[in-house]
């Protein structure tokens, strides 16, 4: 058989056997394909072309591939996203690892393909987001937390009465809580994440904004800053060492979505206005002078 390959059929378990060896090999990654209508999520090599994560949502068939226009975007960081051809690569920085037990996600925006209907996987996303969005609210939505929040003196204070809320809801939606300060903030980070890949439906961003504001971020800026401890120096070292890698005030103010949305209308744009997009720290709008 010298030069020639050969298929030697495998019963049943060697087969899925030698196929659970490979996967910690092979680098997956979750693609969120969105159109128009809704979507479909699929699980696909990372490193292979745009267009194989692209036949399996279709169910093996490319009907518009010529067609089709792709987007790529972070499910956290909306601000990054490149439009990309079937036969490029997604780059890693748009994947997020929103779950443990999952792999890293990207949303997919499609112009040209509408598919059928939701598969089966994204519809156990957008279940578990709408689960976790329903704790959250009802978490806050109470006299109880409102009282606590407004009787927070100062920002950090507020920050921390949120962030008792979401460490007491996390645990029972599959993220795991320690007591470390940088574990619990990559926690919070992932839930936004994880949160944010809903917005494949439309209706998971105004529930999104209504958790927000029942949270009270939108009342962070009434609250007055924290006043700067007196130490002496030993002391200041160690309050310099407790510190977080990212401390709560940069969690807000460069990862967190405001809870409402800006639009802007001028002379260029016929007065007709235009969703302005969110970078991490701002509002911005792109648009072509002269």
């Not at 692209?54 to 790529?72: D, H, M």
């Not at 979401?166 to 903030?185: K, N, T, Y």
């Not at 529930?207 to 006043?227: C, D, F, I, Q, T």
Request: a positive charge; charged letters at 25%.
């Amino acid at each position: 058989f010298s030069g020639r390959a050969m298929a030697v059929p495998l019963p049943c378990p060697e087969a899925l056997k030698r196929m659970e060896a490979l996967l910690p090999i092979i680098d997956m990654g979750s693609f969120l394909f969105q159109d128009s209508a809704g979507g479909v999520e699929v699980v696909a090599p990372r490193d292979a072309p745009l267009s194989f994560a692209f036949r399996k949502a279709c169910g093996g068939t490319l009907p518009s591939e010529n067609a089709t226009v792709f987007k790529a975007g972070s499910v956290l960081r909306e601000f990054r996203v490149q439009d990309l051809s079937p036969s490029d690569v997604v780059p890693p920085e748009l994947f997020f690892k929103d779950r443990d037990d999952f792999p890293p996600v990207v949303r997919i925006w499609l112009t040209g393909t509408i598919f059928p209907a939701r598969n089966e996987r994204l519809e156990k996303r957008l279940s578990s987001i709408w689960n976790l969005i329903k704790d959250l609210v009802e978490a806050f939505d109470t006299e109880e937390y409102q009282r606590n929040f407004e009787a927070a003196p100062d920002r950090t204070s507020a920050l921390k009465v949120i962030q008792e809320v979401q460490l007491r809801v996390l645990p029972c939606h599959g993220f795991a809580i320690s007591g470390d300060e940088s574990q619990i903030a990559m926690r919070i980070t992932q839930m936004q994440g994880f949160l944010q890949s809903g917005r494949i439906d439309p209706r998971v961003s105004p529930a999104l904004e209504h958790s927000v504001h029942l949270s009270g971020y939108a009342r962070l800026l009434s609250k007055a800053m924290a006043p700067k401890a007196k130490s002496s120096a030993s002391s200041q070292r160690s309050l310099v060492l407790a510190q977080p890698t990212a401390s709560a005030d940069d969690y807000w103010k460069h990862s967190h979505r405001p809870p409402k949305a800006l639009w802007i209308a001028s002379t260029w744009n016929k007065f007709s206005p235009q969703e302005m997009k969110w970078d991490g720290s701002k509002f911005y709008h792109n648009f072509q002078v002269g």
